[in-house]
């Protein structure tokens, strides 16, 4: 039987990856994290570094701190590592005296979902940590979809502002045009809100093959961003 390829399908997620292009230069990267799945490469520019007393939030672990203890160690900041999955952990724990785990998950409300996992904003995670008014200087988040939900919330709050460098998973699970326009319209607020790609990194950890078309698409990048 002759393979009917969706040729629409191609053309978007052609279009969407043709829309995380560099935008901005970062001249010295360091990579925080394992080499494959799990590492991040924090821009070392002197206007970005983040400088004692820094904060770091680190949402998506799934049992791997290597970028979390990194940027500890490194830059000598605090780090709050966010994972509502991780069922062997108790729901708060230091790793160190400056990494913090809490066993939360960031989304658009402030819930607990049916698999018992407690959800916050990020506005609700700010205040919990006493974060309100303090600037964050490196958000990563890793968070299987969720990204779609929080970032949103995110802008729409006025929280990005306050935020320096932000490193972003964006997961692209369908290659429908609603979806796909959708997380556009997403990843343009975020560039409104002042951020600008310095790196982006397709993750070779998820890739699919789409049927009758010989190029495997990555459907997983990884996007560094500066604001300055």
């Not at 998820?206 to 961003?225: D, L, N, T, W």
Request: net charge neutral.
């Amino acid at each position: 039987g002759e393979i009917i390829v969706d040729r629409t399908a191609i053309t978007n997620l052609q279009f969407f990856s043709s829309s995380l292009h560099q935008q901005t230069i970062c001249d010295r990267k360091l990579r925080m994290g394992n080499i494959g799945d799990g590492g991040w490469e924090i821009c070392d520019d002197p206007d970005v570094r983040p400088i004692p007393p820094c904060i770091v939030y680190s949402f998506g672990i799934n049992y791997d701190f290597s970028f979390d203890d990194q940027a500890s160690s490194l830059y000598g900041c605090h780090v709050f590592s966010f994972d509502p999955s991780m069922k062997k952990f108790p729901d708060k724990k230091n790793r160190s005296p400056l990494v913090h785990f809490y066993k939360v998950g960031l989304s658009n409300t402030t819930a607990t979902t049916s698999k018992k996992w407690a959800l916050k904003t990020f506005t609700d995670i700010r205040a919990m940590l006493g974060h309100t008014t303090t600037n964050i200087d490196i958000v990563k988040m890793d968070i299987e979809n969720s990204e779609w939900l929080a970032l949103p919330e995110m802008i729409n709050s006025d929280q990005l502002t306050t935020v320096r460098q932000l490193m972003v998973e964006y997961h692209v699970e369908e290659s429908t045009r609603p979806f796909l326009l959708s997380s556009l319209q997403t990843i343009q607020a975020v560039e409104k809100a002042g951020f600008k790609k310095y790196y982006v990194h397709k993750n070779p950890v998820c890739v699919e093959r789409i049927e009758g078309f010989p190029i495997a698409r990555s459907h997983c990048y990884e996007v560094h961003y500066i604001r300055r």
